[in-house]
């Protein structure tokens, strides 16, 4: 099995996509160890609990640890260690005690080395409480562990704002959007806090780990619950595992059909999934689904979208996420992301263009965002972002955006990007942060082959070894380098941005040298 099958109609895979995307409404997302530990943890009582040992078990690396390099690793070797622990020191049934305590033991080995040490953490979403409130955790159960020596924080962190997080939740204030995401981190604050309602599918902030903590031990007891109902039908997409953030329905829907249409990928587009965005599109913005509150990235690929196949629907909503001279994630946010001012540099951008009367109004944000965007690329031509491990992700956004809508002044960063692109092919074909992969091998084909220049032979050759690298046999699953509690990988998306870039370095096969 390779990335891609050239034999096979490119508009065929991407209309069974398609399909995919309707018949699976809250998305496809890889399994996550953060949150499998959470509901290990939290809910021994849901389906699946031996599976997800099982696959805890599994995927700890022969080091010790879980997860990703750089940093990436911290929290999902937490909470693997954590839920293992939990199960060992309950005595599960049907868990093997000495299994679980040799995985636990390796695990804490590679915490004390890493928590002993300066250690550089990765922006990641509510890592600040999380790692707090997993080590807590850890060593509140080593204390059943003959000889167990506690856990320090890294430096910089306390246990303070997880206490005043607790304290807020206890109160039955109400929780903001954003917090619910990772409401486990409350721990047994969180079971049934009078503060905080299901959506009308059942979950908590679109979080099986936050819904598995409001529902407590009710779980238990309580088959019918509905938070408990919607638990159960997530972890039967993995049999057991379960992902980081579920559903993303507008998030998937939006990325999928930009990055196909974008590539000029001939697609029939479902008139319910167009309308269906457009619905999702409020006065605030739109989340990327259900549990999560609107932000500024899903809105603004939601909006190109519906641009971009001729149904433009008035931006406007994106004004109350502008800081300045850029846009925030949503407002408040600590920290800021060039894919996402990107993205929404596309939205208007491509609005102005199917409403030229509407132009003027957006024409000062373009040109401010097109600056702001360029002022942070990097010497070598690259970007990095908070929402994507690989700086090709990141270099992907910016470099398409500014291509189209960033003018003249834009023109030297994009050429940049594309240098830096043809500099760091590896010589198998691919690009990759880590190792070679085929989702970021296609974002560094598609700089290339829709930017500017795209004609230039040392391009077209480039673009030409990622295709062949990616019609490679390969059983490899995608790796996660999306960025949330833990890494993920939203798959669809993947597959889309694999089949946009086949597509187009088909076509410049078949074209030949300019």
Request: proline letters at 9%.
């Amino acid at each position: 099995m390779s990335h891609v099958d050239t034999g096979t109609d490119i508009a065929a895979d991407a209309a069974l996509l398609l399909k995919s995307l309707m018949l699976r409404p809250w998305g496809q997302v890889s399994p996550s160890v953060y949150e499998t530990g959470r509901l290990v943890s939290l809910a021994p009582w849901l389906t699946g609990h031996p599976q997800r040992i099982d696959y805890l078990i599994d995927t700890q690396r022969p080091d010790g640890a879980w997860g990703a390099p750089d940093g990436y690793g911290l929290v999902p070797t937490l909470s693997a260690s954590e839920a293992i622990l939990a199960a060992a020191t309950r005595g599960d049934a049907g868990t093997d005690p000495r299994r679980l305590l040799e995985a636990v033991e390796r695990g804490l080995r590679v915490l004390r080395g890493w928590l002993g040490g300066p250690l550089e953490l990765p922006d990641m979403p509510a890592i600040e409480h999380i790692v707090p409130s997993l080590v807590a955790l850890i060593n509140q159960r080593g204390e059943e562990l003959e000889g167990y020596e506690p856990l320090p924080l890294p430096g910089g962190m306390t246990y303070d704002t997880l206490q005043l997080v607790k304290q807020w939740i206890k109160s039955g204030a109400e929780v903001p959007e954003k917090l619910l995401h990772a409401l486990e981190i409350a721990g047994e604050e969180a079971a049934g806090a009078p503060g905080i309602r299901p959506t009308p599918i059942g979950t908590i902030g679109a979080s099986p780990a936050a819904t598995a903590a409001w529902v407590g031990e009710r779980g238990a007891r309580e088959a019918d619950e509905p938070a408990r109902a919607h638990l159960e039908a997530v972890v039967r997409l993995h049999g057991g595992p379960v992902p980081v953030g579920l559903p993303i329905t507008v998030f998937e829907r939006g990325w999928v059909l930009s990055l196909l249409v974008r590539a000029g990928v001939p697609v029939t587009v479902p008139p319910e999934m167009l309308a269906d965005i457009r619905a999702a599109i409020s006065p605030d913005g739109t989340p990327a689904g259900y549990g999560l509150p609107p932000d500024a990235d899903t809105t603004s690929v939601a909006l190109y979208t519906l641009a971009l196949l001729g149904s433009p629907c008035e931006p406007e909503c994106l004004w109350s996420f502008r800081s300045g001279v850029h846009f925030s994630t949503w407002p408040g946010e600590q920290g800021t992301s060039v894919s996402v001012n990107a993205h929404v540099l596309d939205a208007f951008g491509q609005y102005a263009a199917r409403r030229p009367a509407a132009a003027p109004r957006y024409a000062q944000a373009v040109a401010e965002l097109s600056r702001w965007i360029a002022d942070r690329q990097q010497p070598d031509g690259s970007w990095t972002d908070r929402w994507h491990v690989s700086p090709y992700y990141a270099t992907v956004s910016c470099a398409l955006a500014l291509d189209e809508f960033g003018g003249e002044p834009a023109r030297e960063a994009v050429r940049a990007a594309a240098e830096w692109v043809l500099a760091t092919q590896r010589p198998d074909g691919s690009w990759g942060r880590w190792e070679g992969t085929a989702e970021e091998t296609a974002y560094a084909m598609q700089i290339l082959l829709l930017t500017d220049g795209r004609a230039d032979h040392r391009r077209t050759a480039a673009a030409d070894r990622g295709l062949s690298y990616l019609t490679c046999p390969t059983d490899a699953s995608p790796p996660p380098l999306w960025m949330d509690k833990d890494l993920y990988a939203p798959l669809a998306i993947t597959r889309a941005a694999v089949l946009a870039s086949t597509y187009l370095a088909t076509r410049a096969r078949v074209a030949g040298p300019a």
